[in-house]
């Protein structure tokens, strides 16, 4: 049973620049979450897909920007890249109407703008 | 506003030893789930255990358990027996009515033999 799984790894960017973040979910999953966690800090909320629409969004500027696939896959698109973007962007995958359910989190994908 | 409130910045345990780390949240919605994830140097966040608002016991997982004091607002992790690769980064985090999951800012746990 495949667990998610997010690419690149890792990677570096330049301020103005723009990247994307793609995730894979849980085998069985619907709905992907996206976190943000920068250095030191517990991760911070950034939206949520479910049936191919952002079903909730934290407090995170329009730069930010996802998507998911009908196969439940997600990307992130971060625009116009500022260095306070540097951070581990965690994608996390659960199953929609279960209210006991578990999010499970991929490895991270360690964003750095220079 | 709902918070998650880790007061413990650092802890230190020796092996095979228990030990606790505290966890409080501040919410009005009657219904919320409580989580824990320990997060290895790698990054990755590892779910431990989860407590649901209305669950009439504890929690429970192998050497872990959920110390849930509704009144108090405090759901503590304890981990039983610690090992050498219990080493890590521990969050508590809270799923509002909504399904998002709020963190607190962590405790790190070394292990020494």
């Known amino acids: 049973d495949a667990g998610v799984t997010q690419s690149p790894t890792h990677l570096i960017k330049t301020r103005g620049q723009q990247v994307t973040l793609r995730c894979s979910p849980k085998?069985?999953?619907?709905?992907v979450s996206w976190y943000q966690q920068a250095l030191g800090q517990g991760p911070q909320f950034i939206f949520q897909?479910?049936?191919?629409?952002?079903?909730q969004r934290g407090n995170f500027p329009d730069r930010f920007s996802g998507h998911q696939f009908p196969n439940y896959s997600s990307e992130l698109n971060v625009n116009a890249l500022l260095l306070g973007d540097s951070a581990l962007y965690l994608c996390a995958s659960s199953l929609a109407g279960r209210k006991q359910e578990t999010q499970y989190f991929g490895p991270g994908t360690r964003l750095l703008v220079l | 506003a709902q918070k998650i409130t880790q007061t413990q910045p650092g802890m230190f345990v020796q092996e095979k030893e228990a030990v606790t780390l505290d966890c409080t949240y501040d919410?009005?919605?009657?219904?919320?789930?409580l989580f824990w994830y320990k997060q290895p140097s790698s990054g990755e966040m590892i779910f431990l255990i989860y407590?649901?608002?209305?669950?009439?016991q504890n929690a429970t997982e192998g050497r872990y358990s959920l110390n849930f004091q509704k009144a108090r607002k405090s759901a503590n992790l304890v981990i039983s027996a610690s090992q050498l690769g219990d080493s890590a980064m521990y969050f508590c985090a809270m799923r509002d009515g909504a399904d998002k999951l709020i963190f607190g800012t962590g405790t790190r746990l070394q292990v020494f033999p």
């Open positions: 919410t009005s919605d009657p219904s919320y789930g």
């Open positions: 085998s069985g999953h619907d709905t």
């Open positions: 407590q649901g608002s209305y669950d009439q």
């Open positions: 897909y479910y049936e191919e629409e952002e079903r």
